[in-house]
């Protein structure tokens, strides 16, 4: 088959299920003739998908959330007058889509919850290609997931942004924690996770990982270090300014590699509650306390989910004593998430190839 892929490229979920699925196709003779970026800062390339051998990225300009500097909270009004005066540009890379479509022709577009990609599919993919969403948002549009209490708007505008990205979609791949029901074009899989990711040695060093998707919250993080002195803890972030660091917390440098090394070596991880990297812990069985990002309703879905799901607990807020305090408890228990997990190569492979019928599949090796 030929891929065409179009990638949410603001953060690191969706750029590492793009990357693993990559890997799936072209381990069994597929290729992914293109891959679109949408982003938006089209100067500023993602490290982990310019570095994957599979594909070579175009960025295009894209919507994308923004956040409030002073409370760290998603906000939704700055997101909307933020890409508002954008809409010339965005139109430009429809313009860029269509033309990647109509050039390379794949038998599949795969989205990964681009909302340019969406608007595509439902208004001009004239072409008809078939269409295929991924990712674990669409788990939310399930009849049956269960939901945090109360906050009915959030949870429209949540379902209202997930209805874009897969307008006229063939298939909503919803990437899930556990096994779930699928229903109607909802299927439901096991996450995209990196061949990388499994090949680590799994230990336990004395720290704790720190990961948060927000660097305002990097001062929260220094705090709570403070407070526990004769506990170590590692973090991975970008810091553009000088900062006085306690002893006991290291900051390496951004690096997917080292990352997940440092992942199979700590003894938990604290994270904001992006899906990502949640899998990634639950498939070295290191516990996890999952803090959303303040307003951001699809973390809080993760964190909820995630709890029920047998990967950690759920924090409102960044609290690491009440990790510290998990760790010590006889609450968590490593699971064996592997057995769903593992699954993941063949019912992809399955879900797409499914949607191409007849003996003219453009198999390239």
């Known amino acids: 088959m030929k891929i065409g892929f179009i990638i949410q490229g603001e953060g690191r979920g969706h750029q590492t299920q793009a990357v693993a699925l990559s890997e799936i196709l072209v381990k069994n003779g597929h290729k992914v003739v293109f891959a679109l970026a949408g982003t938006a800062d089209i100067k500023k390339q993602s490290v982990l998908l310019k570095n994957c051998p599979n594909f070579e990225v175009l960025p295009f300009l894209s919507p994308s959330l923004a956040y409030n500097q002073k409370t760290k909270e998603l906000s939704i009004l700055k997101t909307v007058t933020d890409s508002l005066p954008r809409l010339p540009q965005y139109f430009k890379s ?31 993919n004239r072409f008809d290609v078939p269409v295929v ?27 209202f942004n997930t209805k874009i990205t897969s307008l006229k979609a063939d298939k909503m791949l919803a990437l899930s924690f556990r096994k779930f029901w699928s229903e109607k074009n909802i299927h439901t899989v096991p996450p995209l996770l990196r061949s990388e990711l499994k090949l680590q040695e799994v230990y336990n060093e004395n720290f704790i990982l720190v990961y948060v998707t927000q660097p305002e919250l990097i001062t929260d993080v220094i705090t709570q270090c403070k407070l526990y002195p004769e506990e170590n803890f590692e973090m991975f972030v970008d810091l553009k300014d000088d900062i006085m660091l306690p002893a006991n917390l290291k900051i390496n440098p951004i690096s997917n590699s080292l990352f997940l090394e440092r992942m199979a070596a ?19 069985s290191k516990p996890v306390m999952m803090v959303p990002v303040k307003n951001h309703y699809e973390q809080k879905c993760n964190a909820f989910d995630g709890e029920m799901s047998g990967a950690g607990i759920f924090s409102e807020n960044i609290d690491f ?36 019928k007849g003996e003219n599949l453009a198999i390239q090796k």
Not at 95 to 108: A, G, H, L, R, S
Not at 327 to 342: A, P, V
């Open 133 to 159: 969403c991924i990712g674990h948002q669409y788990l939310l549009l399930n009849s049956v997931f269960e939901y945090p209490q109360n906050q009915r708007l959030d949870r429209f505008f949540v379902n």
């Open 266 to 284: 700590c003894k938990g991880l604290i994270s904001t509650a992006g899906f990502e990297s949640v899998c990634e812990a639950m498939y070295l």
């Open 94 to 124: 429809l313009k860029v889509i269509k033309n990647m479509v109509e050039t390379y022709q794949p038998d599949v577009i795969v989205n990964f919850y681009d909302f340019l990609g969406g608007i595509f599919s439902g208004f001009l």
């Open 321 to 356: 004593g009440k990790f510290l305090n998990y760790l010590k408890s006889d609450k968590y228990q490593s699971k064996n998430h592997r057995k769903w997990f593992d699954q993941t190569e063949n019912m992809f492979l399955n879900e797409l190839e499914s949607l191409v």
